[in-house]
């Protein structure tokens, strides 16, 4: 990472760059998702994958293939319907992401 005049960034300006991303992400919220989605979710999709992180409200979910990444569309409504016992803090709606 350079600094404005093409010198190197320091150390303090690097980290300040990674807290303020990792403000947007709860930690331990993603802890209590997978927990509900191991609880609760059918069994291909949870052998398959995986809840990566939720922001703003969506929870981001690696998938293997475009075909799980279309039935994570469709059961998109009833998989959101597990994680209301998180209130305020469930997801409000699902993205998927291909693994690479």
């Not at 990792?22 to 999709?45: P, S």
């Not at 009833?78 to 803090?89: I, N």
């Amino acid at each position: 990472m350079k600094g404005r005049r093409g010198e190197p960034a320091s150390l303090g300006d690097i980290l300040n760059v990674v807290a303020g991303r990792l403000k947007r992400v709860d930690v331990r919220l993603i802890d209590q998702v997978r927990a509900i989605w191991d609880d609760n979710v059918d069994e291909v999709l949870r052998a398959r994958c995986q809840p990566l992180f939720i922001k703003d409200g969506v929870l981001v979910i690696e998938v293997p293939s475009g075909a799980f990444a279309q039935r994570i569309t469709q059961d998109a409504t009833a998989l959101l319907a597990v994680f209301e016992p998180l209130g305020d803090a469930a997801p409000r709606s699902i993205r998927s992401v291909i693994a690479p």
